[in-house]
C-alpha cells in the first residue's frame, strides 16, 4: 500500500550528499543553538514570572498535570530513576541516530527533514529569547513541585542544575523552558520513524516515544505541558517553513556556483584557438597549419610564431 507524503517532508531533489559536509554543518547549528541558549539568559524575576503565569493558565484550563505525575516520580524510584536518565540522555542519542539512519538508508527525505529539525530549532532559541521561563523544579517549594534530578542525582552524571554534568551547570541555561524542544525533537523522531520506518514496531515508538517524553519532561518538573505544547508548535512552524529555507539555500548555492563558473572560463590560461573569419571548430578538433595563441600569455603583438604543422616560420608563408 503507497504512502501518503507528508506536506513539507516529501521527497527531496536527489542531490548528492556527503557525510563530511553534512557533519560540520550539523555541528554548526548546535553550537550555535548552545550559544544562543547561553545568551538569551534573561532576568530571573521575569523568568519566574512567566512561569507562575504559565501555572495559572494551566489550572484555570485545568490543564496542570505536573504535579500528579511529579509527585508520582518523587515517591516512586524505580520511575523517577529512568525518567531522569531518559531526560538527561536520549534527547541526545536518539535525534543523532534518526539523522544518521536517515541519511544512511532514506537519503531523498534526508535534506528536508534535516531542514526542518534545524529551522524549528532556530524558532526555539526565538522562544527562549523572547520568552525566558522558570521551570516548575526552580520554583518556590511552596508551589509543590520536587526536582527529581537533584533528588536521584546520585543515580546519574547529574547535578543538581538540569540535566548537565557535575560541576558544569553554569554551562546551561536554566530558564530555557519554553518551547519544550525535548517535546520538539521528540515528535520530530516520532514522524521520522512513523514515516519512514516501514515496520510495525518503528510506528509503535514513533507514537511512544514522543508521548512518553511528555510525561517525563512534567514529572520531572523540568516542563509545564504547555511548555510542551509550544515545542510541538515550533516544529510545526518549522516544518512549514522548512521548504521556503531549503529553496532560499538552493538559490544561493546555485549564484555561488554560477559565480565560480564564471571566474573558471574567464581564466588567464584557457587556450582558445584562432580561426579566421568567424568559423569555429568542435571540440578537439584541429584544423592543419593552424595557430594557436594563449590568452593572456603576454606575447608581444607582431610578434613571430612557428606552424604547429610544418615548423616554418609565418612569414614565410
Known amino acids: 500500500m503507497p504512502q501518503t507524503e507528508i506536506p513539507g517532508i516529501g521527497a527531496g531533489p536527489r542531490t548528492r550528499l556527503r557525510w563530511w559536509t553534512e557533519l560540520p554543518l550539523i555541528v554548526l547549528v548546535y553550537a550555535c543553538y548552545s550559544a544562543g541558549r547561553l545568551l538569551a539568559r534573561g532576568d530571573v524575576s521575569g523568568a519566574v514570572d512567566h512561569g507562575l503565569t504559565i501555572l495559572r493558565v494551566e489550572k484555570f484550563l485545568h490543564l496542570n498535570a505536573e504535579h500528579p505525575l511529579n509527585r508520582l516520580f518523587t515517591r516512586e524510584s524505580w520511575i523517577g530513576v529512568p525518567a531522569d536518565f531518559w531526560y538527561a540522555s536520549l534527547h541526545y542519542l536518539v535525534t543523532p541516530a534518526v539523522l544518521i539512519w536517515l541519511f544512511r538508508s532514506r537519503a531523498v527525505h534526508y535534506r528536508m527533514a534535516r531542514t526542518w529539525l534545524m529551522t524549528s530549532t532556530f524558532i ?20 509543590g513541585f520536587v526536582d527529581t534530578m537533584a533528588q536521584y542525582s546520585s543515580y546519574g552524571w547529574w547535578g543538581g542544575e538540569a540535566s548537565a554534568p557535575r560541576g558544569m551547570g553554569g554551562m546551561t541555561n536554566q530558564y530555557a523552558a519554553m518551547p519544550s524542544l525535548h517535546v520538539g525533537w521528540a515528535l520530530w523522531c516520532g514522524v521520522m520513524l512513523w514515516r519512514y520506518g516501514g515496520t510495525r514496531t518503528t510506528k509503535v515508538l514513533g507514537v511512544a516515544y514522543p508521548l512518553l517524553t511528555t510525561v517525563v519532561v512534567m514529572g520531572t518538573a523540568n516542563h509545564y505541558f504547555l511548555d510542551a505544547v ?39 590560461d584557457t587556450v582558445a584557438p584562432i580561426v579566421s573569419a568567424g568559423c569555429q571548430t568542435s571540440a578537439g578538433e584541429r584544423i592543419p597549419r593552424q595557430r594557436e595563441s594563449r590568452i593572456g600569455s603576454g ?9 604547429a604543422g610544418d615548423g616554418a616560420p609565418a612569414a614565410a608563408r
Open 124 to 143: 526555539g532559541l526565538i522562544g527562549f529569547t523572547a520568552l525566558p521561563t522558570c521551570p516548575p523544579r526552580l520554583l518556590s517549594a511552596g508551589h
Open 299 to 307: 606575447a608581444e603583438p607582431g610578434a613571430s610564431s612557428t606552424d
Open 230 to 268: 509550544a515545542g510541538a508548535a515550533a516544529m510545526g512552524v518549522g516544518l512549514l517553513l522548512a521548504p521556503h529555507v531549503l529553496r532560499g539555500a538552493d538559490r544561493v548555492k546555485a549564484r555561488f556556483e554560477g559565480h565560480g563558473s564564471l571566474v573558471a572560463a574567464r581564466s588567464p
